[in-house]
């Protein structure tokens, strides 16, 4: 069989809160350059993604895909731990 190609949005991001019940809170960080001094500038975003073996600890990094929306704020499911976090 084939595999589907997905046309869903995908991000890297680090974990920064895991307190809630199959949820994790992810910042994505990503360079853009200012269009007046050319200088290049970090920016950062949050998403709320579903964790559903609440698997994800602080610090991780993870892969995250858009889904439907699972919640007021959840659009998107952690679909694996690229690394784990270094105690």
Not at 10 to 23: A, E, H, I, P, Q
Not at 44 to 65: P, T
Request: hydrophobic share 35%; glycine share 2%.
């Amino acid at each position: 069989m084939e595999e589907q190609k997905s046309n869903r949005k995908t991000r890297v991001g680090t974990v920064l809160s895991s307190k809630m019940d199959k949820t994790v809170v992810v910042m994505v960080e990503r360079l853009i350059q200012d269009s007046k001094y050319r200088k290049f500038v970090r920016r950062r975003d949050r998403f709320k993604a579903h964790d559903a073996q609440n698997a994800c600890s602080v610090g991780d990094r993870v892969l995250i895909e858009e889904s439907r929306p699972i919640s007021k704020d959840k659009r998107w499911l952690v679909v694996k731990i690229l690394e784990k976090a270094a105690i």
